[in-house]
């Protein structure tokens, strides 16, 4: 647009020893500008929702009514002190044989309101106002996912009440420490709504409102289908690949709930669905038939079975038919089931004369497979080409999910997919939660969410291993006692590579015996990080296709390389952990749990790479971080920062003059040299720590700008000159801002970044600086700073 002027962004990215990118920033955090006019608010229609309202909801209190807070604010928060209401922040799915807790926690915490108090200071300091920023209800919190077993529920009511989950929150968004009110209500679905509705009354002094169980379905998979990255994956011959879902492109969708029974269920939107199909042969069939052909005890113990089977000594083959020969003639391999249990028809044998472990796997294919093609032909029927699975009766277990998908490929001839969900144990007690009327998810898209995995007994190997645990003391003594510190890391549990199978089949079963634990595929499910306020960077071209890490942790070799390198720099991050804590007995107790509980998330990680869902360096070096804050070590390297801010910040003045006597093009390449040479000091680099015993900061920097030869591997400087300072004919460009995205403390920011924005500031520009929110590594946050900055000024 004429006479519009330009912005600029220069990215200062984090490079490792041979000068690979190591991460991009995908999302950052940009305050957003409220918008015209006010929100909606008239009533919505009836009917307009499919979530039954209960009866027994009680009215607006408004006896006592107060107002929180500032009077002056544009939307105060009104105390009710009297009302009743539903206990908002909780729900479960209580099914036969598991119990599926969701629950939610606030992140106003000391900590988050000492923040917020050094942020108002900060805009005080520099003379900035909030202005017109809008101001977000929700500020965010966790969503946690636990289970249970359903015969141990005793233990789910103690940890409800040792957390407080049955009191309402307060207004800081904690849990009240005021008793329940009688009318207090707790949002359950599944049978066990009702079989326990007395026993919550009676240990929690709760009411129970019932949610229907195919409504809570579908709107937990919509919701964790537009809400979670790469939520879907597929399985096919023991390999799993996460998709990406365009929830623009999400309906309709076929939704195959697999417990006792199977019912399939046509999705077409939120809250509109349809009951399509089913059939009586599910999971309740596997476990009844298998309980009584293997005398197995548990549907575990079944799955568990079926790993060491072998189908063919019990299933009649195409090939036992035809002498060992495929019947080409209509396309079906000698490998093809052609009768499951046909052969017990032709041998002269009695039960026990058969292993239990090939009953089992015989059964499984049976039904799965049957499964299956019923899905496939419902599917069909709509002309719909996505079809997702869930239900008690998958699990995570890696030859349930190859043999439905196998048989959804098959029929379709590849034109449809069998699909599966991460978080699919929880669709009942998700819907569930989101059936309150204020349960705050509304409008979360995929960017607000970022899912973190903490370490404990009910997380480890996507196994139920106890209760889960209360406090820091609990989950210390918990690593002390069960997790050994210092897992060696030698190479990936060796995978067996896909293979061609044969139509009806596997020639040889991929997903069982020595190649892949049973429960290899279980996903670990962590907590959802609900961010409101975190945004796509508004410049990417194509937000939805932008992948910020730039290194495939998919391919095993890389995967080795870097879990080798984190975990042969594990002991020294743990001396610095505990130093920053000063060295204190406690500081050591917890940097030992670290040590054990980190070691265990590699060791899982090398096991099965997929167990945390799609990973790359980014999320790998994240998770490394939330384990560390985990333990309460809020910043490793504090010391180390605090130090090389204060080296960097004495010998500023002296580049300052360096550069101010430069003419204007050569200052502009030094300046980006500059740029370049600071960033290695990095101390995820193992190059970059073996520097500091060689010189000082200045003269380390000043080596490496000398190195920073051109042609760099990525190379517009003569563009950004030209753009800068003009050429020939055209005129500088005017930028109105430029965004500098800051990445280490000390010489990073102090010697590069901070003379490069001076430079834009004498030219007029507007310049931001973006950085971290959470400490990693040497890393510079956005809290730490204005205080640089001030610094800095004080010589310039």
């Not at 038939?289 to 293997?294: A, E, I, M, S, V």
């Not at 998908?405 to 929880?426: I, N, P």
């Not at 720590?689 to 010189?695: I, Q, R, S």
Request: glycine fraction near 10%; proline fraction near 4%.
């Amino acid at each position: 647009m004429a006479g519009q002027t330009e912005n600029i962004i220069i990215d200062n990215v984090k490079m490792d020893e041979v000068g690979v990118k190591k991460e991009e920033l995908a999302e950052r955090k940009v305050e957003r500008r409220e918008k015209k006019g006010e929100r909606d608010m008239s009533p919505q229609p009836a009917g307009s929702s499919s979530f039954h309202r209960s009866s027994s909801r009680p009215q607006l209190d408004l006896s006592g009514a107060a107002i929180q807070g500032n009077f002056e604010d544009r939307n105060p928060t009104i105390l009710l002190p009297n009302q009743s209401d539903d206990i908002s922040h909780l729900a479960l799915d209580i099914g036969g044989s598991l119990i599926k807790l969701v629950y939610f926690s606030r992140h106003e915490d000391k900590s988050r309101l000492s923040h917020d108090k050094r942020k108002s200071s900060i805009r005080q300091r520099l003379g900035l106002s909030n202005g017109n920023r809008r101001s977000y209800p929700i500020l965010g919190g966790r969503l946690h996912f636990v289970k249970f077993e359903t015969s141990k529920i005793n233990e789910c009511l103690d940890f409800i009440k040792s957390k407080q989950l049955h009191r309402g929150m307060d207004s800081q968004g904690s849990p009240s420490e005021s008793p329940p009110n009688e009318n207090a209500i707790i949002k359950v679905t599944g049978g066990g709504a009702y079989k326990f509705a007395d026993l919550f009354k009676e240990r929690l002094g709760v009411n129970i409102d019932k949610e229907g169980e195919m409504d809570c379905l579908v709107a937990g998979s919509n919701f964790l289908l537009k809400a979670i990255r790469h939520e879907a994956f597929t399985h096919m011959e023991g390999q799993k690949e996460f998709v990406q879902i365009d929830h623009n492109d999400l309906y309709p969708y076929i939704l195959v709930n697999i417990g006792s029974g199977v019912s399939m269920i046509k999705v077409d939107g939120d809250g509109k669905f349809e009951r399509v199909s089913g059939t009586n042969v599910g999971g309740g069939t596997y476990w009844g038939l298998g309980k009584l052909l293997t005398k197995c005890r548990s549907f575990d113990e079944l799955l568990e079975l079926s790993q060491r089977g072998d189908n063919r000594a019990i299933d009649m083959l195409v090939g036992d038919i035809y002498g060992g020969l495929d019947y080409s003639k209509i396309g079906l391999s000698a490998s093809t089931i052609a009768s499951s249990f046909g052969k017990a028809i032709t041998e002269n044998k009695e039960l026990e004369d058969y292993r239990p472990e090939d009953i089992s796997l015989s059964l499984l294919r049976m039904i799965s497979y049957n499964i299956g093609q019923i899905s496939y032909l419902n599917a069909l029927r709509f002309g719909i080409k996505r079809i997702f699975f869930g239900g008690f009766f998958i699990r995570g277990h890696a030859y349930t999910m190859d043999t439905i998908s196998f048989a959804v490929h098959f029929w379709s001839k590849g034109d449809m997919q069998a699909l599966f969900l991460r978080h699919e144990g929880f669709l009942g007690a998700l819907g569930a939660f989101m059936s309150y009327e204020k349960h705050g998810l509304d409008g979360l898209m995929v960017h607000h969410l970022v899912e973190r995995f903490p370490m404990g007994a009910p997380y480890v190997g996507g196994k139920i291993h106890g209760p889960p645990l209360g406090n820091l003391n609990e989950k210390i003594s918990w690593m002390e006692k069960f997790v050994q510190k210092g897992t060696e890391i030698l190479a990936p549990v060796p995978m067996i590579l896909p293979a061609t199978t044969g139509l009806g089949g596997f020639e040889v079963p991929l997903s069982k015996g020595e190649s892949l634990r049973s429960d290899a595929s279980a996903l670990n499910i962590g907590v959802l990080h609900l961010e409101p306020t975190l945004e796509v960077f508004p410049l990417l071209a194509d937000p939805k296709s932008y992948e910020p890490n730039t290194i495939d942790l998919s391919d095993l070799s890389e995967l080795e390389y870097w879990l080798t390198v984190l975990s042969e720099h594990l002991p020294d991050l743990v001396d610095k952990a505990v130093a920053s804590e000063g060295g204190t007995d406690d500081a050591k107790r917890r940097g030992d749990a670290f040590a054990r509980a980190f070691s265990a998330h590699l060791a899982r990680l090398m096991e099965e790479p997929a167990a945390y869902g799609k990973l790359g360096l980014a999320n790998l070096l994240e998770l490394r971080e939330e384990c560390l804050r985990e333990f309460q070590f809020v910043d490793a390297y504090r010391s180390i920062k605090q130090r090389e801010n204060e080296a960097s910040l004495d010998v500023l003045p002296d580049l300052l003059l360096e550069l101010d006597s430069m003419s204007e093009e050569a200052r502009l390449l030094t300046l980006i040299e500059g740029v370049l040479a600071a960033n290695i000091f990095d101390w995820g680099s193992r190059a970059c720590v073996d520097l500091y015993h060689k010189g000082t900061i200045i003269e380390i920097y000043r080596m490496s700008r000398k190195k920073m030869q051109r042609p760099w591997r990525v190379d517009d400087f003569d563009r950004f000159k030209d753009r800068m300072l003009g050429s020939g004919d055209k005129k500088p460009h005017k930028h109105k801002r430029a965004l500098l995205f800051v990445d280490n403390s000390g010489a990073d920011i102090v010697l590069g970044m901070l003379p490069l924005a001076r430079e834009l500031l004498r030219r007029g520009t507007e310049v931001v600086l973006v950085a971290n929110s959470l400490p990693a590594l040497n890393d510079v946050t956005a809290a730490e700073i204005p205080d640089i900055v001030a610094e800095a000024a004080k010589g310039c």
